[in-house]
């Protein structure tokens, strides 16, 4: 739309010759810029994705090492109690050798040396069994402690998220029936925002009732800087038919997202480096694009609270 907006202007100047050549070259060059954003915002748009898919994989990953070292530790158990019926049956047989022992010594010499030998054999496999009984039994230990603080570090990023949400849904309590809905699943929290309380048709500014609950929101974000924000932008799969300097859905998607974001960099508590600003256009709908309803509720901001997987990243190489 721009390129065509661009020919449309060289045209009219070239018709009706009122235009300057330096108007031309100033259309040019703004062309030029805005294929430059265009790219930068495309690039942004993967980067997104890239660190979401990332996000997902290390959780997994958590998940997966975890269940792993159940087993291990479920293996480790059955060795150790195998272990114990060894010292068990050596003991016994050592009692008995040493009953035979005693009973033989003054019939057969000889043959008291060999039991004594065998004794003598039995002692040292008893003692390397319980050694090998508490290296294993420290192997276990170990493990299992580093168990429960992988485990004990993820229910605290789930009871902290817990704790998020339930601090979003007080503070934007007062928009509750206006399009907003805060939940809880996957390890994140989901504020979904419908375009009806954020923005006019066709148009990126935010309103007045939006901007209040993208303010509260973002005085709940500042007092949890370890958390990274996601900032996704929906439409519906109506093409885009509006005015102004807009190419299309994506164009218009991404461009939503981004005011919003502008608009909680306006709280200096709030760190910069955790936002991220994505377009999603029409093609991660959440309902039907049949009905007005649904194309109401496709047409959103999303905003996507994920917890930083730091510490469960240590946790999960130092048990490797």
């Not at 009706?16 to 954003?37: G, I, M, P």
């Not at 010292?87 to 010499?109: D, F, I, M, P």
């Not at 069994?129 to 004990?152: F, P, T, V, W």
């Not at 789930?158 to 601090?167: F, G, I, V, Y």
């Amino acid at each position: 739309m721009i390129k065509q907006i661009s020919l449309a202007l060289v045209g009219a100047a070239l018709v009706t010759s009122c235009v300057s050549k330096k108007v031309f070259t100033d259309l040019e060059s703004d062309y030029a810029k805005l294929k430059k954003e265009n790219r930068a915002l495309e690039d942004k748009n993967k980067d997104c994705d890239e660190l979401t898919a990332q996000l997902q994989t290390e959780l997994a990953s958590a998940e997966a090492t975890i269940e792993q070292l159940k087993a291990d530790k479920a293996n480790l158990a059955n060795e150790i109690a195998e272990t114990q019926s060894k010292v068990e049956g050596l003991g016994q047989s050592y009692k008995e050798l040493e009953k035979n022992s005693s009973s033989e010594l003054a019939k057969n010499a000889a043959k008291n040396r060999e039991l004594l030998q065998q004794l003598e054999d039995k002692e040292k496999a008893l003692a390397t069994e319980n050694a090998r009984l508490i290296a294993l039994q420290k192997e276990l230990d170990a493990r299992s402690k580093r168990i429960d603080e992988l485990e004990g570090a993820l229910a605290a990023k789930d009871a902290n998220m817990k704790a998020l949400k339930n601090s979003i849904s007080k503070a934007l309590t007062n928009f509750e029936g206006k399009g907003l809905t805060v939940e809880q699943r996957d390890g994140k929290v989901y504020v979904s925002m419908e375009n009806k309380l954020l923005f006019q048709s066709g148009s990126w500014k935010v309103g007045v009732d939006g901007k209040q609950a993208v303010k509260q929101l973002g005085e709940v974000l500042a007092e949890n800087p370890e958390i990274n924000v996601l900032i996704e932008g929906h439409t519906d799969n109506d093409a885009f038919n509006g005015k102004g300097d807009i190419s299309g859905n994506w164009d218009l998607s991404t461009k939503r997202a981004t005011a919003i974001v502008n608009i909680l960099q306006e709280n200096d508590d709030i760190n910069a480096e955790s936002l991220t600003a994505a377009g999603r256009s029409e093609f991660a709908p959440i309902a039907t694009n049949d009905t007005p309803e649904g194309k109401s509720r496709n047409r959103r901001i999303e905003v996507i609270l994920t917890p930083k997987l730091d510490e469960v990243s240590k946790l999960l190489s130092d048990v490797k």
